[in-house]
């Protein structure tokens, strides 16, 4: 499946380096110096490049990688419009991956929240991200920048004596016009991945 994985990221950084956008630099939006672009991604640096996508200069063969090179083929001039958030299952044609994006994005942080909630600072900070507004409910809740124009809600509940945890991923409002929806699944999975690594 590896070697799969990364012709899909050759095949992809193909087509971006055979006809890339002019404004190639703005619509991600991202710093560049000759073919290389660099941009914030998954609480790294990415850069990508005709020989490949690194993150804090690690090439990325895999699901990252290919999510990466995904991002920079749709780069679409149009702001991230944050709010108001959208639930997954609310963008058109989710459904097919909506039960794995609640399973590998929402659920495998249930059992950590309070350990998130402690960590809270460090984990926004790295995402570029901050406090939500006053808008979100929840016992406390963030949103992080996991790539620069698709933003990530997340809301917590703590356990108590009526209700167990529960957390919960909303997108910005306009996230799909950045990446299809598969590949908006396997956002909220590597983020929540890299959440719970920075515990």
Not at 157 to 176: G, I, K, Q, V, W
């Amino acid at each position: 499946m590896g070697d799969n994985y990364k012709k899909i990221v050759e095949a992809n950084l193909a087509a971006l380096y055979a006809n890339p956008a002019r404004d190639l630099a703005r619509r991600l939006p991202a710093s560049r110096n000759g073919e290389q672009f660099m941009f914030a991604a998954f609480g790294g640096v990415c850069r990508i490049e005709p020989q490949g996508i690194f993150l804090d200069d690690t090439p990325q063969t895999g699901v990252i990688g290919i999510l990466l090179s995904l991002y920079a083929l749709s780069a679409d001039p149009a702001p991230c419009r944050l709010e108001p958030f959208k639930a997954y299952k609310d963008f058109p044609d989710s459904m097919p991956y909506t039960g794995a994006f609640v399973s590998h994005t929402e659920q495998i942080l249930v059992p950590q929240v309070s350990s998130l909630r402690a960590a809270r600072a460090g984990i926004v900070k790295s995402f570029n991200g901050q406090d939500a507004t006053v808008t979100v409910a929840g016992d406390f809740a963030w949103v992080v920048y996991p790539l620069p124009k698709i933003a990530l809600c997340y809301i917590f509940y703590e356990a108590d004596e009526d209700f167990p945890a529960s957390a919960t991923c909303l997108f910005s409002n306009n996230a799909n016009t950045f990446l299809p929806m598969d590949a908006l699944a396997d956002v909220g999975e590597y983020t929540s991945k890299k959440i719970l690594a920075l515990l």
